[in-house]
Nanobody, 122 residues
Framework: QVHVGESGGGLVQPGESLSLSCTAS???????MAWYLQVPGKERQLVAR?????????ADFARGRFTIFRDSDNAKRTVYLEMNNLKINDTAVYYC???????????????WGQGTQVTVSS
């Protein structure tokens, strides 16, 4: 069974930085990893994603401030989100999602973490 766990959330002031990490266990067939955010009353929104063999993709609000990358060892089961120059509007619950290859017939399955709170406040 695949398990996804995030860590690194917290309270910071505007302009500060914060790093999130997410580790997936239980699968050797990870095809992609991504970060989403959600604020109360709104749908989850893609922040950044990285898929095997492709360049990272960033939402417009994240490009230039956030960096997504995976660990450098062969397992590549951990994904990080480095967030710089944080703004009050970045306050949200941040979720990690891991895409797992199931089979050529079933395709991929997305496994979500529980989320970690990021609060930007002065």
């Amino acid at each position: 069974q695949v398990h996804v766990g995030e860590s690194g959330g917290g309270l910071v002031q505007p302009g500060e930085s914060l790093s999130l990490s997410c580790t997936a266990s239980g699968s050797n067939f990870i095809t992609g990893m991504a970060w989403y955010l959600q604020v109360p009353g709104k749908e989850r929104q893609l922040v950044a994603r990285i898929r095997t063999g492709n360049a990272p993709y960033y939402a417009d609000f994240a490009r230039g401030r956030f960096t997504i990358f995976r660990d450098s060892d062969n397992a590549k089961r951990t994904v990080y989100l480095e967030m710089n120059n944080l703004k009050i509007n970045d306050t949200a619950v941040y979720y990690c999602v891991v895409s797992i290859f199931i089979s050529n017939f079933d395709g991929e399955k997305d496994i979500w973490g529980q989320g970690t709170q990021v609060t930007v406040s002065s």
